[in-house]
């Protein structure tokens, strides 16, 4: 069975100042993952994946991910964080093995960004 | 603004009844995807249909049932509801069967609150 884990509840971070969010999955064979992010009232919205190739994959509003087989991790960063960052993080991976999850994807449970002025 | 349009954005009804969610997915896109936000539950994938058939399955109640139609909207129905139920539904859609992409465009969701 696939599953993630986001260790974190909420980051805080100034602005400017790096930001980092956590995840580890567990799948049977290799993942695909991905990062989600959703604004107040709003729907989650693509930021970026990882399947396969280079490690440190760089996505949308300037955020990367480093996949890091050895420690189970796919980390979100951005170098310089935003106050428009704030938002709600999703890590999900997908287990590319179990032809019976096609559809889903499986969700860790969140991360709360504040970034402060 | 995803492309994918769900309606009603606003639901409250009381325990017991029935209600029908509806998507529409962005123009092109043939697999329907819902999903249950939930404070307690987090987020839970519920069902998946693609080109109108039933691909996959994940935590969705038996009160619960979906559908897609021939111009490839789908319809969530929850019957017999409960407090439990009250939740963010989301419906995502996606080009292709399988999700090797991963880029899932999402619905601004439908908010259910059951009284």
């Known amino acids: 069975a696939q599953s993630v884990a986001q260790p974190e509840d909420q980051v805080n971070v100034a602005e400017g100042n790096p930001l980092t969010v956590k995840c580890t999955y567990s799948v049977s064979g290799n993942p695909y993952l991905f990062w989600y992010v959703q604004y107040p009232n709003r729907g989650l919205q693509f930021l970026l994946k990882?399947?396969?190739?280079?490690?440190l994959v760089k996505g949308s509003y300037g955020f990367e991910a480093e996949f890091n087989k050895s420690q189970t991790s796919f980390h979100l960063k951005k170098p310089s964080a935003l106050v428009s960052d704030s938002a709600l993080y999703f890590c999900a991976v997908r287990d590319p093995m179990t032809t019976d999850s096609w559809g889903k994807l499986q969700f860790g449970a969140g991360t709360q960004v504040v970034v402060t002025p | 603004d995803s492309g994918v349009t769900q309606t009603p954005k606003h639901l409250i009804t009381a325990t017991g009844q029935r209600v029908t969610l509806r998507c529409s997915p962005r123009s092109g896109d043939l697999s329907v995807y819902w999903y249950q936000q939930s404070l307690d539950q987090g987020l839970q994938f519920l069902i998946q249909?693609?080109?109108?058939?039933?691909?996959a399955k994940g935590n969705i109640l038996e009160r619960f049932s979906a559908q897609q139609f021939p111009d490839l909207h789908s319809e969530l129905n929850l019957s017999s509801l409960e407090l439990g139920d009250s939740a963010l539904y989301f419906c995502?859609?996606?080009?292709?069967?399988?999700?090797?992409?991963?880029?899932?465009?999402f619905g601004e969701g439908s908010r259910l609150t059951v009284l």
């Open positions: 995502a859609s996606s080009v292709g069967l399988a999700v090797n992409t991963g880029e899932l465009f």
């Open positions: 249909y693609y080109n109108g058939e039933e691909r």
């Open positions: 990882y399947i396969t190739g280079d490690n």
